[in-house]
């Protein structure tokens, strides 16, 4: 959200805590902000056991309203020092965020809702962009890039997968039949894919030696179809770190000289020197 940075004042300064995750600032908003999240997950899980919750329903409950309060003013100061508010409250952390903070204003008028505030857990996902395990979030838009990159072929593959659990499992129906427990062509597939993918339920298995043959070939199918989508996958993966690894050679803060190592980052990784301007 750096394009809905305020120029100026006190929303800019805000701007730069809440956001501003590689600031030494914005490092212990959301740090604070984590101990809060886990708190809170923790109290909601404590208090789904009846025995702990009748002894310290007051303090769970006294907790909560705590935590929702401090959530709904993390809420609005949220919106309030961007420039574009909708931006932020129809993304998925500004879904997420609200999702966190409703349930309890609606306990009052639905029985049982407050429960709903277990989708706190899902801003956990901010632990990524704390200390310096910012790095990581990195690796993973390499990864989501790659997976993009891949849809093409994977889409390929996996229709491939499912033309050939359908052959397989329909051979094996005509093979084995109901009197062995594959009672029809659809669960017949069902069982094709559970062997494929090398599952294994064991809830249905076949009984004549032509069908523990053909179920053997399967796994066999199984285990090199496994290997396809990760090589695919790598291939892009590997790639894009190289770009990125170019992209990224010689650049350093004009602040400190530290080096940098993402062409994508906002703040320098050793003084907080606001790199935005420099890109």
Known sequence: ???????????????????????????????LLLLLILYSVIIVMLESVPRIDIKYHGFFNMSEWVVTILFSIEYLLRIICIKRPSKYIFSFFGIIDLLSTIPKYLSYLFVGSQYFTAFRALRLLRVFRILKLVRFVGESN????ALKGSRTKIFVFVFFVLVVSVLLGTLMYLIEGPEHG?????HSVYWTIVTLTTVGYGDISPETPLGQFLATLIMIIGYGIIAVPTGIVSAKYATSILKEKDADEGRSCPNCGAEIYRSDALYCRKCGFDLSDEA
């Open 1 to 31: 959200m750096e394009d809905d940075k305020p120029n100026k004042g006190w929303k800019r300064n805000l701007h730069v805590i809440i956001y501003g995750t590689h600031t030494p600032a914005g490092k212990l908003f959301d740090i």
């Open 142 to 145: 390499n990864l989501a890039r």
């Open 182 to 186: 594959f009672n029809s062509i659809p």
